[in-house]
């Protein structure tokens, strides 16, 4: 234990028969020091463990950063994928890719794509490596401490492929315009009104993709051009008038089947025949009545 300084009075004495001292001075332990070497030894044990944790936190760091996984906080269209190794963001990305929804549209039926049905198709191999490589760059380290790092997918577009889907869409979106008509209802001839078609535009629908075919692939979708096509009889009142030269009589046939040699009298009720008949415009724009030549051969051969 060290010992502790101490103040020097002189004993008390006589002089001519007196104390020297009228206050009876005598021996006084001095204040206690500050303990400055127990302070060095706790300042020196706190910059040792601070130095230990920056070096496991460092050593931590250097291993991730030569590692095969991707630093936390990295995301591909809008996938996180940090904390995963390379191979392991390869596969997903690519099953996200396999399956990410493109619904093409005309404001009445959605029809549902994949990337891949358009021509778009990622290099998932040249993403993940430049996913890779975020925090491990002064650039891209300072973007990851302040945010989540977003990284571009790198993906390719082909518009030949896209074209060739639309016009497989076209023939299935393509509803051929109706003519104003006739009807037999209660042994009576009846106008049926016309009908616009409608055909899908591949020409104007393919121009919006191809001018910026990031943002279908973003917004996960497309408007489909469509067009009316009007039919050729619209004019109810014509059909109207040419009503007239219908008669509400059975239609004989005389049928020969040369395979057979026979010949056959065929009476068709009203009822079938004004099925098959319809109004047209021959040549010369004039309004003229047609004949459904097949479903009249279906019905002589069935």
Do not use: C
Not at 15 to 43: H, T, Y
Not at 198 to 217: E, H, K
Not at 229 to 238: C, E, S
Not at 256 to 265: K, L, Q, S, V
């Amino acid at each position: 234990m060290d010992s502790q300084p101490t103040i020097f009075v002189p004993p008390p004495g006589k002089q001519n028969g007196r104390s020297s001292s009228p206050n009876n001075e005598r021996w006084v332990p001095a204040p206690p020091q500050p303990k400055r070497r127990r302070i060095w030894l706790w300042l020196l044990l706190f910059l040792g463990f601070g130095f230990f944790v920056a070096l496991l936190l460092l050593g931590g760091i250097a291993y991730f950063y030569t590692s095969n996984w991707i630093l936390p906080g990295t995301t591909v269209l809008g996938r996180n994928i940090g904390g995963m190794t390379q191979a392991e963001a390869t596969a997903v990305l690519m099953e996200d890719w396999q399956h990410r929804p493109i619904t093409l549209s005309d404001g009445h039926t959605p029809y549902n794509y994949t990337p891949n049905d358009l021509g778009m198709t990622l290099d998932t191999a040249a993403t993940v490596n430049l996913a890779y490589q975020q925090g491990r760059t002064a650039a891209s380290l300072g973007q990851l401490l302040r945010s989540v790092a977003d990284v571009p997918p790198v993906w390719s577009y082909d518009p030949a492929q896209a074209e060739a889907l639309l016009n497989h869409l076209a023939e299935e979106l393509y509803t051929p315009p109706a003519n104003a008509g006739v009807m037999l209802v209660d042994d009576k001839f009846i106008v049926t009104p016309p009908f616009d078609g409608i055909v899908l535009d591949v020409a104007v629908t393919l121009d919006a993709i191809n001018r910026n075919p990031a943002q279908v692939l973003i917004t996960g979708g497309a408007v489909l051009m469509t067009q009316s096509v009007p039919p050729a009889v619209a004019d109810t009142a014509l059909v109207e008038a040419k009503i007239g030269d219908l008669r509400l009589t059975a239609v004989s046939l005389h049928a020969y089947d040369p395979i057979r040699n026979e010949r056959r009298d065929i009476a068709i009720d009203p009822a079938t025949w004004s099925q098959w008949v319809s109004l047209g415009m021959d040549a010369s724009s004039q309004l003229v009545w047609q004949l459904d030549e097949v479903a009249l051969a279906g019905y002589l051969d069935g």
